[in-house]
């Protein structure tokens, strides 16, 4: 029973919960309680927690997603209807429609890791609608990677406009012939939300490949540092060719346990989320330090979770000297803001800046992936503007919720030939495009401080009903709405899954036992 009542509030009571929203005019934020469809919600789609991270992230949503219509003002000058008051049932899911697709692509490929057929058409701001006609709060906006909502009257209008019709029909090699306006565009899209120290960009099409092509860069930094002023040498050329050294040097790059930045060869290499990623596939001998695990609440286990930082940091620079004594020296460290698919796995802002300090002490490049965190979700655009650097990173990669992919560096990291960083596309001009509009939303509705605010009351709801369903719910953590929460077992995750799925809140799940809400910005805000 108390399952069953848990379940209910975490699928429905926060559905019908005006306080958790932000509002969508100035009077309710003066203080004006609206009807529930005047409220908007700011999602962005964000985070790809472990499996029950991913309900967390479900659940999390329908806390401070109650049925909502959100018109931009952009998007108000658009005659279009564009989101939904509530979600709407009509088969279970997967519904039948659904599970003869899944029939069919199983003929062709291995589909078993489909939820269910989607009709995109249908499909507006928070709401996803399935092709049986299911209308569901979508709390796992595709794998975090959905910025403002579904069919957004913004977007739409952008894609409309006869200019615009040439950047998404001829796509180009963008490092050898890119369109004359592609300089403007990255100005108002990405470069407009530049990290700090950061001035060199170079886009890509997803997250695996930026983490790669930054790794690739780190190498080729820190190569050149041993090197000097000098150019290639003849061994270095010749040996490069049959993979030896010295023209293909045993770096390596410094990863957490429980950390996810890819599929590709080297990103796998950093990722330890979840075995099936890794299983069957060669990989590098590259040192992996042990994240840590905080107790939570945090303010009872201060001391406690300040020892098991300290833990791990000393472990980072026991490995970086321990794989120099090897002869595998480490170029980088990469890490993740908040642990995505790895559990939804915080730590302390200080534990952050001391870790940039370790890399620098040791000459090592500090590589940031905000490929699941940025964006906004955590109330600032990137997660690591949490820590205060007086150093800022030397990299960042982003993707998902920024449509394209790609990473910012400081300038001593430019590559110094042509080619070496390098691929047919190097991202997609008309995803910039996309991308300058949804920054235009994001500034505009502020929807960053919305993320904060609104994450504050969902953070709250969820510790709520902690404290109401112990059994169940437990680790309550959380930074704007990038929140999420632990349940007992596997069974329990699943069940909440498919009971808030049913109940028109569609969950995803990623590992363990962790569940996480995954909002798109658009809705309005932050997820």
């Not at 306006?181 to 170079?202: C, T, W, Y």
């Not at 330890?272 to 945090?298: E, N, V």
């Not at 001391?354 to 979700?377: M, N, P, S, W, Y």
Request: aromatic share 8%; hydrophobic share 40%.
């Amino acid at each position: 029973m108390a399952f069953m009542l848990l379940a209910r509030r975490l699928a429905c009571s926060f559905q019908h919960s005006n306080r958790l929203l932000v509002p969508a005019t100035r009077e309710a934020e003066a203080g004006e309680l609206l009807e529930p469809r005047r409220w908007r919600l700011l999602t962005s789609g964000i985070c790809q927690g472990r499996i029950l991270m991913i309900s967390a992230v479900t659940f999390s949503l329908s806390l401070f997603t109650a049925g909502s219509r959100h018109i931009s003002q952009a998007a108000a000058k658009v005659d279009v209807e564009f989101d939904y008051d509530g979600p709407l049932m009509k088969t279970e899911v997967p519904g039948p429609r659904s599970r003869e697709l899944m029939k069919q692509l199983n003929i062709i490929q291995n589909a078993e890791a489909v939820h269910f057929f989607c009709n995109y058409e249908e499909s507006r701001g928070n709401y996803l609608v399935d092709v049986d006609g299911n209308r569901m709060l979508d709390l796992y906006s595709q794998i975090s990677s959905v910025p403002i909502g579904y069919s957004h009257p913004a977007l739409l209008k952008l894609i409309q406009q006869p200019q615009n019709a040439s950047t998404f029909v001829n796509r180009p090699a963008l490092g050898i012939l890119p369109p004359e306006n592609f300089v403007d565009k990255l100005r108002e899209s990405l470069l407009s939300v530049a990290p700090k120290g950061m001035s060199q960009l170079i886009t890509m099409a997803c997250g695996s490949c930026s983490n790669e092509n930054a790794f690739k860069t780190i190498f080729m930094w820190y190569r050149s540092k041993e090197r000097g002023q000098t150019g290639f040498s003849q061994e270095e050329l010749e040996t490069c060719m049959i993979n030896q050294a010295p023209g293909c040097p045993d770096y390596s790059i410094l990863s957490f346990m429980g950390a996810f930045h890819g599929r590709t060869m080297g990103c796998l290499a950093t990722t330890h989320s979840k075995a099936i990623h890794k299983i069957d596939i060669p990989s590098f001998d590259w040192p992996i330090a042990p994240f840590p695990r905080l107790k939570y609440p945090l303010e009872e286990f201060e001391k406690e979770n300040q020892q098991e930082e300290a833990r791990c940091l000393e472990e980072v620079e026991d490995l970086i000297v321990k794989y120099r004594k090897k002869k595998k020296t480490v170029a980088g460290i990469i890490v993740e803001p908040i642990q995505s698919e790895g559990g939804d796995n915080h730590a302390s802002d200080d534990f952050f800046r001391k870790l940039r300090d370790i890399a620098r002490k040791h000459g090592c490049a500090f590589l940031v992936d905000e490929v699941q965190t940025g964006g906004g979700c955590t109330g600032k655009f990137w997660a690591h503007e949490h820590w205060g650097l007086d150093d800022p990173a030397d990299a960042m990669t982003f993707s998902k919720k920024m449509m394209t992919g790609g990473f910012f560096h400081k300038e001593e990291l430019r590559p110094n030939a042509p080619y070496r960083i390098f691929n047919t596309w190097l991202g997609d001009p008309s995803k910039n495009l996309l991308l300058a509009e949804v920054i235009n939303v994001i500034k505009r509705e502020d929807l960053l401080n919305n993320a904060a605010h609104a994450g504050k009351a969902l953070l709250t709801g969820l510790l709520d009903l902690q404290a109401r369903y112990p059994q169940f719910i437990s680790r309550v953590r959380g930074r704007g709405t990038f929140c999420s929460f632990d349940t007992p077992d596997e069974s329990v995750r699943n069940k909440l899954i498919l009971i808030a799925r049913n109940k028109g809140k569609g969950p995803g799940a990623n590992a363990e036992f962790h569940v996480h809400p995954v909002f798109p910005a658009v809705a309005t805000k932050c997820c």
